[in-house]
């Protein structure tokens, strides 16, 4: 016989019985009819091929067989470890637990929150926790999620994959930079200039030359001019010092940099740089990714209340 071929319940009312050897006891211990667990105690002698009790020679209680007696304690030790099973509540402790949490983070992201996110995690014992960032690869994303690479993904909300739960972290606009002193002048830009000027276009994807700004250009059928292309965002304030290059990057990541750089509202609408975070949904509950989640929710609050 095989476990699906006995219902749970069955189960139950046999390590009842076996305790109690008495129908009329067990039906009242289970809050059952003495005719219903009767019924049950008839299913079960079918189901394991023998009597399992018997009635006793005195009195009116019943005398389990050599099978009834040799399924008594291992049924109730499987039972009451089944119960444990269904009460389990996971929990975690970040002061004393073990355990590698693994997140994918974009350079946008990393420049936005990585400094306060890591001061934040450094007050754990690196003895009990460990984090471990790595650069999204876009096309693999969803499949390390699968897999259990990932725990956490911090990444442009247009770059998560369907099927995975998210929260918004912020919402900032674009601006143009340009370098102190360019040629241009510090005149505000149309639609002309801003297409005919030398752009850097950050992307650590090698197949993909294009950025936001030239899907949305190509929509209103116009383009720019992309004279470089830079796998890491910290590059590119000093790329654009030493050149007479320009960089469309969020206004939050070229605030560092205002000394150094001047920048300019876009000559049309674009659509604000959205940064989610995101988990599979398996771990929606998981306590250790549940604390992670809110940690950093908790350091971006943070960063927009003091200033990013």
């Not at 030790?77 to 949490?101: G, I, K, Y």
């Not at 990932?150 to 919402?171: F, H």
């Not at 000027?197 to 993909?208: C, G």
């Amino acid at each position: 016989m095989e476990l699906s071929d006995i219902d749970l319940n069955l189960l139950l009312s046999l390590d009842v019985l076996l305790q109690e050897c008495n129908v009329t006891h067990a039906a009242l211990r289970m809050n059952i009819s003495q005719p219903a667990l009767s019924a049950q105690l008839a299913r079960l002698r079918v189901a394991f091929d023998d009597t399992l009790l018997l009635p006793a020679e005195k009195g009116r209680g019943m005398t389990p067989t050599a099978m009834g007696l040799s399924l008594k304690e291992p049924l109730a030790l499987a039972l009451s470890t089944l119960r444990q099973v269904v009460r389990f509540q996971p929990s975690f402790d970040p002061a004393t637990d073990e355990r590698s949490f693994h997140i994918a983070a974009s350079d946008n992201a990393m420049v936005a929150l990585g400094l306060p996110l890591l001061e934040r995690l450094n007050g754990f014992s690196p003895n009990s926790l460990r984090f471990i960032f790595s650069r999204p690869q876009t096309e693999q994303v969803a499949a390390q999620f699968e897999r259990g690479e990932i725990d956490l993904l911090i990444d442009d909300a247009r770059l998560v994959p369907e099927g995975l739960k998210s929260r918004p972290l912020t919402r900032d606009r674009f601006l143009m930079a340009q370098r102190k002193g360019h040629p241009r002048g510090n005149g505000a830009l149309d639609l002309d200039g801003y297409c005919a000027l030398q752009h850097v276009l950050v992307s650590n994807e090698s197949n993909n030359l294009l950025g936001y700004m030239d899907e949305h250009l190509s929509a209103m059928q116009r383009s720019r001019q992309l004279a470089v292309t830079l796998p890491q965002l910290t590059l590119v304030p000093r790329v654009l010092r030493n050149s007479d290059l320009v960089c469309t990057l969020p206004a939050s990541l070229l605030a560092p940099f205002a000394d150094d750089l001047d920048v300019f509202e876009l000559p049309f609408a674009a659509p604000d740089f959205a940064l989610n975070l995101a988990w599979h949904p398996r771990n929606h509950f998981d306590p250790g990714v549940t604390w992670l989640r809110e940690l950093i929710w908790q350091t971006t609050n943070d960063q927009l209340l003091f200033g990013m």
